[in-house]
Every structure is written in structure tokens, then in C-alpha cells.
């Protein structure tokens, strides 16, 4: 009912915008008002695809007045310009032969033709923009919650989502997901992402169990691209230096419940019969990769003096 009181038809819908057009003629200036109040804005033709499906839409009319559309300029030198967004497309078939000539020296608005003429059906004449056509508006069907994560573009057949990075999904309304991590072995894993475990932002940080250290960066970080941002790490058993001795009458008996001289190995040292330990008999790897206690020296005894006191 809304629109038959002003006087307007829904020409056309493709899932994109809508095209309306009035049955009331109207100078240009009047017709980009009208659109702006009803609809989004003058037409905006973007490619000749979208043009020859415009045209398709509305009715056909046996001779002036054409219709208006969004394009225009204020200056004789300046390109022609879509009121929309500012665009200066124009194909090289869309004006009629011979256009666009200035004929009246201040055409800088547009018709276009929607005959039946096969030469001129659908191309463009520049005229002045006082003249009285018909308006051709389009309904944007993009709007505030089209797309959560992305931008929404109007298309000819269609609204598409353009996602920021890290988001996907026809509506950007996902995020992107990382292969999950494993724990580590001897560690543990800490993560959090404000768009859940795994997806796109979320960070990742290892730690190791005591005696073992992270060998790679501790924190990892779900990229855009869908992979993390560093290899995982592992988890690596301390390691002390290899125990080195000079004596060999020094005696030992090393257990290495892990590695060879890492987190928990130990040592037991004695002295051959006749010899005295000097230094602590045990060292054990710490969880910090020292031993304890430095290796031990064997000596021989003492020289006894013995005095007899007769
Ligand atoms: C188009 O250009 C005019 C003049 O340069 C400017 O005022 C307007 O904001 C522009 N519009 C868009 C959508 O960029
Ligand atoms: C103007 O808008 C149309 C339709 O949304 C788009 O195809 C075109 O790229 C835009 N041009 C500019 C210069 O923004
Ligand atoms: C128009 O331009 C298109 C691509 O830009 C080209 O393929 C075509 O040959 C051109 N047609 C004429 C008549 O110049
Ligand atoms: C269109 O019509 C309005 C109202 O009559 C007038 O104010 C305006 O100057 C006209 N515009 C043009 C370009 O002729
Ligand atoms: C917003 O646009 C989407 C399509 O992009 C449509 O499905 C939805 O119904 C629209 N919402 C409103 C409130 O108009
Ligand atoms: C991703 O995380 C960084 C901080 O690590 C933050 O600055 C940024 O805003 C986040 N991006 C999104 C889209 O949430």
C-alpha cells in the first residue's frame, strides 16, 4: 500500500539489492531526492552485466521520457561520476552513438534507454538534468547484521560477506580453527581464546613438569591462516654434564632413571681398599641440571706415626 500511495514499483529483486522505479516524472535533482527518501540511492550500474539486467527489469517505454539514473557531473570537464560511491565506471558500449554530446552544453545528467530500438536499447544519453524522467532507485540490502566479522557487499545476484582475517563462514560469523595441540609429554598445556579453544586468537602456553624444560617458544598463538604460529615445543629432561674423574681408585655406581646424566641420575662414589674419600660420596642431578655435589677424591691414608712410649 506504501508504495502504490508514492507511486512506485518494485521493479525487480535480485537477492542483492532491489531495483524500484516511479511512475512520476521528475528532474534529476527531484529523483535522486525521492530515491533517497524511499529507497537507498539512484541506481548505480557497476558493469555492463549489471546494466543489461536493469534494463531486463523495467518496463519498457516506446519513447522519451527514459529513465534516470545515478550518474552525473558539475563540471564540463569533470568524469562522470556515480552518486553513489564515487565511481567513474563506464563501458565502452554504454553510451549511445554519437553520445555523450553536451548537445545542450549543460547535459551532465544521464538517461538510459529502455526501447525497443535493438541500436539504442539500454545505452546511455547525457541530457539535462532538468528535464522530467522517470527515477530508477535501488534498495541496499546490506545492513548492520548481514555480517558479524566482515564487510557486506552488494552484488548483482547476491549480498556476500568479506570476512576480516581470521573469520569465515557466509555470515564471517566463525572463526578460524587451529589443529588442536596435544599435551605435551612430562607438561601441560594452558589455553584460552575469546573465540573458544583452538580458533583463530586464542594462545597456547606449555609448561613442563619439574626436572624438564620447554625446548621451543613457551607460548603459541592461533594465526588467521588457520595454523599456529610456531612449531609445539616438547618437553626436555635437564641435562647435567657428563660427570668426569681423574683417580681411578675411585669407585661408582651411577643409576639413570631417565638419561644418561640428566634429572635424577645418581652417583655413589668409594675408594679402593686403603684409599679416603674426600668430597661427598653421593651427587644426584637436580631439577635445574647441577649435580649436588662435585665428584669426590680418593687419597691415600695418612702416614701414621706411631709412637710407642716405652
Ligand atoms: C564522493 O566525493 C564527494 C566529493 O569529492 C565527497 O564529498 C563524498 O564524501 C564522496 N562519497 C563517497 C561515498 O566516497
Ligand atoms: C561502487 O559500488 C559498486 C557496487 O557495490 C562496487 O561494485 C564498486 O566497486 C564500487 N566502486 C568504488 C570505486 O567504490
Ligand atoms: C570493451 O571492453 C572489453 C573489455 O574491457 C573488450 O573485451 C571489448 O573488446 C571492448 N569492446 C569494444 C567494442 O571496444
Ligand atoms: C528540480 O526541481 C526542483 C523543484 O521544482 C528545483 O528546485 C530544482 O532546481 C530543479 N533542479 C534542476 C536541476 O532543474
Ligand atoms: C539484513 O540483511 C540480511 C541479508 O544480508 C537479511 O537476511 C536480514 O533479514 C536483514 N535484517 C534486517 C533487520 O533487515
Ligand atoms: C587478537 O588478539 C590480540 C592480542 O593478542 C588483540 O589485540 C586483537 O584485538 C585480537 N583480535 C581479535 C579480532 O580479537
Request: aromatic share 12%.
Amino acid at each position: 500500500i506504501h508504495h502504490i500511495w508514492k507511486c512506485s514499483y518494485l521493479t525487480g529483486r535480485a537477492h542483492g539489492w532491489r531495483y524500484y522505479h516511479s511512475t512520476a516524472l521528475k528532474n534529476w535533482t527531484q529523483a535522486r531526492e525521492w530515491c533517497r527518501e524511499e529507497y537507498t540511492d539512484m541506481v548505480a550500474i557497476q558493469s555492463q552485466e549489471e546494466n543489461d539486467h536493469l534494463v531486463s527489469l523495467l518496463p519498457t517505454r516506446t519513447g522519451s521520457p527514459y529513465y534516470w539514473i545515478g550518474i552525473t557531473k558539475s563540471e564540463k570537464s569533470d568524469p562522470w561520476t556515480w552518486v553513489g560511491n564515487n565511481s567513474t565506471w563506464v563501458g565502452n558500449q554504454s553510451w549511445a552513438t554519437d553520445e555523450p554530446n553536451n548537445n545542450h552544453v549543460t547535459e551532465f545528467c544521464v538517461e538510459i534507454y529502455v526501447n525497443n530500438n535493438k541500436a539504442n536499447r539500454g545505452k546511455w544519453n547525457d541530457e539535462k538534468c532538468s528535464e522530467k524522467k522517470y527515477p530508477v532507485c535501488y534498495q541496499a540490502q546490506c545492513n548492520l547484521t548481514s555480517c558479524d566479522r566482515g564487510r557486506c557487499r552488494e552484488t548483482i545476484d547476491n549480498t556476500i560477506c568479506l570476512c576480516e582475517p581470521g573469520f569465515g563462514g557466509d555470515r564471517c560469523q566463525t572463526a578460524v580453527t587451529c589443529d588442536a595441540l596435544s599435551v605435551p609429554q612430562h607438561g601441560r598445556l594452558q589455553c584460552h581464546g575469546s573465540y573458544g579453544p583452538s580458533r583463530f586468537n586464542s594462545s597456547c602456553r606449555f609448561h613442563c613438569d619439574l626436572g624438564y624444560r620447554v625446548e621451543g617458544p613457551e607460548w603459541l598463538q592461533c594465526q588467521a591462516s588457520g595454523r599456529w604460529d610456531h612449531p609445539a615445543p616438547r618437553c626436555q629432561v635437564e641435562q647435567c654434564a657428563a660427570l668426569k674423574w681423574t683417580s681411578d681408585r675411585l669407585l661408582r655406581t651411577c643409576l639413570h632413571p631417565i638419561a644418561n646424566d640428566s634429572f635424577n641420575s645418581t652417583c655413589a662414589f668409594s675408594c679402593e681398599e686403603g684409599f679416603e674419600l674426600s668430597g661427598q660420596s653421593v651427587t644426584i642431578c637436580d631439577h635445574a641440571g647441577r649435580w649436588t655435589a662435585e665428584v669426590p677424591t680418593c687419597s691415600g691414608k695418612g702416614t701414621f706415626f706411631v709412637h710407642f712410649y716405652c
